[in-house]
């Protein structure tokens, strides 16, 4: 979701008064819309917005999510996000709702497993607020609509850069309740992933409660770089067709370019005794044409304990343009967990991942 809406869920109470604020706007894709060039942002008292209070759990993006929003506090609403394949945490939002003399806007910042942002120091993600109604909010690119009390569909529109047709994820989401578990005048909360990775854990306690934060995920990602002489257009190209990576990756492979599609690399390799020659299995989590790239990637035989569980990590590409002939490209491996097997695939992609993007250089720069 940079620059362009990817993922953002919410959800919904009853409400109060009726609001029906609009300001010029176009239909963006069937359930989504934009602000037309020049027109003001719609602005309401953001306690308007209280129907989105609440935490709502569902799916979306081929994956689990989860969302909670907290109440209008300081003229401030803010809430978090997170998205899970698998088990696997794969990267969470903190997003706010903020009210100015310009208008509402919708801000929000990824974040990988390992809390690093995937945006610049000081940029965030927008969203400027159109039209408010009572059981529906529009921002620019993402619609939220309540379909009764515990049940909500979110829309956000997503642009094809090479036909530029638009497109909408969709989620849909009902009502949860906060996880606590109550035992006399003692509880815990436990705060992680959906699934937890470790049992080591640092708590806090006194004479009437307890908070166990557990720590679920390696403390770094694996980071790779490298800036090619090359178009932007030729460098994502070469990442996302099976002719581009039969130049540099694998000779044959299954590259589907679309969220859920398949990236499935088999390196020109017989079938194993499981019948694989590669990363069968692997899939596009998300994208954005000409800026990342987000899929999963399974573990090579020579890790042979993760490789037959499944075990999966997340990998992202993302390409920043420097100028019409040198494109940066930046990829981070994450998602990894604790014990000796991992250790070894953290390392065995630490040099796989070096040689593949100097493979990549020598291509590309051909």
């Known amino acids: 979701m940079l620059k362009i809406a990817m993922s953002l869920l919410a959800g919904a109470v009853v409400f109060g008064t009726t609001v029906n604020l609009v300001v010029a706007q176009s239909q963006k ?23 989105l209070v609440g935490r709502w759990v569902g799916k979306g993006l081929g994956g689990e999510c989860e969302e909670v929003f907290l109440p209008v506090w300081n003229d401030t ?3 978090t996000f997170r998205y899970a394949k698998e088990g696997n945490l794969v990267f969470s939002e903190f997003f706010s709702f903020t009210k100015s003399d310009e208008g509402v806007v919708l801000r929000l910042k990824h974040f990988h497993p390992d809390l690093v942002s995937w945006e610049e120091k000081e940029d965030s993600v927008m969203f400027p607020l159109i039209k408010l109604e009572r059981n529906a909010a529009y921002f620019g690119g993402l619609t939220y609509r309540l379909i009764n009390d515990n049940e909500l569909m979110v829309w956000v529109a997503m642009r094809n850069r090479n036909t530029s047709e638009l497109g909408e994820a969709v989620f849909e989401f009902r009502r949860a309740k906060m996880e606590r578990n109550d035992d006399n005048e003692n509880s815990t909360a436990k705060i992680g992933t959906p699934q937890a990775n470790s049992e080591e854990a640092v708590q806090q ?47 044959d492979s299954n590259i589907e370019l679309q969220i859920g599609g398949a990236y499935e690399m ?34 090579p035989p020579a890790i042979p304990a993760l490789r037959e569980s499944g075990a999966t990590t997340q990998v992202m590409l993302r390409f920043e343009r420097l100028d019409e002939n040198h494109v940066r490209v930046q990829l981070s491996q994450f998602g990894w967990q604790a014990g000796d097997d991992w250790e070894r695939g953290y390392e065995y992609f630490d040099k796989a991942w070096q040689f593949v993007l100097d493979s990549f250089q020598q291509a590309v720069e051909q």
């Open 205 to 251: 306690s006194d004479s009437s409660h307890s908070i166990e934060i557990v720590q679920t995920e390696r403390d770094h990602a694996l980071r790779k770089e490298v800036i090619v002489q090359a178009s932007l257009a030729k460098t994502w190209q070469m990442w996302t067709s099976s002719e581009g990576v039969s130049e540099f990756f694998s000779p």
């Open 77 to 79: 609403m803010i809430g």
């Open 29 to 51: 894709t069937e359930n989504t819309l934009s602000l037309d060039p020049g027109q003001p942002v719609a602005s309401v008292d953001l306690t308007e917005l209280n129907w």
């Open 266 to 299: 088999f390196f020109g390799l017989p079938a194993d005794e499981h019948g694989k020659r590669g990363s069968e299995g692997s899939r596009i989590i998300s994208f954005i044409p000409y800026d990342f790239l987000l899929f999963e990637w399974t573990f």
